[in-house]
């Protein structure tokens, strides 16, 4: 048994296979998945697990060189803005309309889906190298 860090095997198994500049998705419950992406399904029920639970679980693991979220999750959800900008620091920050990041999400690894219902609840993780 693992010892250490995310024991979801999916989760545990798209990190680790990520190469620089790779992404995925952490998303909320109401985000829409691209055909062809691969979907980890974290959702338990409403709000479970959350998606600050799952941005800091995923962020033990991987390296992140860069972030993108909507523009829209500034006036929506400025608090989740704040966390994921703490959580995050030291990455580059970009923002881009809700339409554009849902775009984004076709080339995405993979999108992890949470229970999270809160308003633009999303972030595109860019990996990065730790060398």
């Known amino acids: 048994m693992?010892?250490?860090g995310i024991i979801n095997s999916e989760l545990s198994k798209l990190i680790s296979e990520?190469?620089?500049?790779d992404t995925i998705v952490i998303a909320d419950s109401g985000l829409p998945i691209p055909p062809g992406v691969k979907r980890i399904d974290l959702a338990l029920k409403r709000g479970v697990p959350?998606?600050?639970?799952?941005?800091?679980?995923?962020?033990?693991?991987?390296?992140?060189q860069q972030y993108t979220v909507a523009e829209e999750m500034?006036?929506?959800?400025?608090?989740?803005?704040?966390?994921?900008q703490q959580a995050l620091d030291g990455a580059e920050a970009q923002s881009v309309?809700?339409?554009?990041?849902?775009s984004l999400t076709g080339q995405a690894k993979a999108v992890i889906r949470t229970g999270e219902c809160t308003a633009y609840a999303n972030v595109i993780l860019h990996a990065g190298v730790t060398f």
């Open 2 to 4: 693992k010892k250490i």
């Open 74 to 84: 500034k006036k929506a959800n400025p608090e989740l803005l704040k966390f994921t």
């Open 50 to 64: 959350g998606y600050l639970e799952t941005l800091e679980t995923i962020l033990v693991e991987m390296q992140v």
């Open 97 to 102: 309309s809700h339409e554009r990041f849902k």
């Open 18 to 21: 990520l190469g620089h500049t």
